[in-house]
């Protein structure tokens, strides 16, 4: 299966706190992508990094990747109640346009 | 409002009755695809289209079709159904530009009986 694996599964936090959750994928890629779910509507884009980059930021949000390692993290600082959601990455399989998810990471953020 | 739209929101069916899901997007996207979701084991394509008669095989076609007559339409078609399909399912449209977000439907969910 070349399906990407995220960890945690699962995460509860306060508040307040940061959330990071991982990323590993299998194949060479263009680019990788996180998306979030809340609760079983469509996935929405939050952020994008290309395979030349090791570092973005978009607001609260801050992703890595390590294309060596074939991993990304996410990290969302200052998590408030409103970011429970599950969490995806996704990759594009070069030389091709498949695109490949995660199995997702569900982030609780407790008030 | 830029969108994709699928329908029906909810379906139940019986195993091997033939159904469409629809799927229409108003951006103008070249590229569409179906996934389906399941518990532990995330999003899987099914197909995708790159253009107007163009598809190709995503991780999981087995048991669907899909066709791609317009550039703003790309059904699926399940010809008979079997409750191992039972899951939900998303289509998504994007510009042909793989750095691009990808823009997702608000869901399907199929169950087969």
């Known amino acids: 299966s070349q399906q990407g694996e995220e960890d945690p599964q699962a995460l509860s936090i306060q508040e307040g706190e940061n959330a990071t959750m991982n990323c590993s994928y299998k194949?060479?890629?263009?680019?990788l992508q996180w998306y979030r779910q809340n609760s079983g509507r469509g996935l929405v884009h939050l952020i994008l990094i290309r395979s030349n980059e090791r570092e973005k930021h978009s607001g609260r949000l801050r992703v890595t990747l390590d294309t060596s390692k074939k991993s990304s993290s996410l990290l969302i600082t200052a998590s408030r109640a409103a970011d429970t959601a599950s969490y995806f990455c996704a990759t594009d399989v070069t030389g091709t346009y498949k695109y490949i998810f995660g199995t997702g990471t569900r982030l609780k953020v407790l008030a | 409002e830029a969108q994709v739209t699928q329908n029906p929101r909810y379906l139940i069916t019986v195993t091997g009755k033939k159904l469409t899901v629809t799927c229409s997007q108003n951006?103008?996207?070249?590229?569409m695809s179906w996934y389906r979701q399941d518990p532990g084991l995330g999003l899987r394509q099914i197909y995708y289209?790159?253009?107007?008669?163009?598809?190709d095989k995503g991780d999981v076609p087995e048991g669907y079709k899909v066709s791609r007559k317009e550039k703003r339409n790309f059904p699926l078609i399940l010809e008979s159904p079997s409750p191992n399909q039972t899951s939900l399912y998303f289509c998504?449209?994007?510009?042909?530009?793989?750095?691009?977000?990808?823009?997702f439907g608000n869901g399907t969910r199929l169950t087969v009986t």
């Open positions: 289209s790159m253009n107007v008669e163009v598809t």
């Open positions: 194949t060479s890629i263009n680019n």
């Open positions: 998504a449209s994007s510009l042909r530009d793989r750095g691009l977000p990808i823009h």
């Open positions: 951006m103008n996207h070249e590229y």
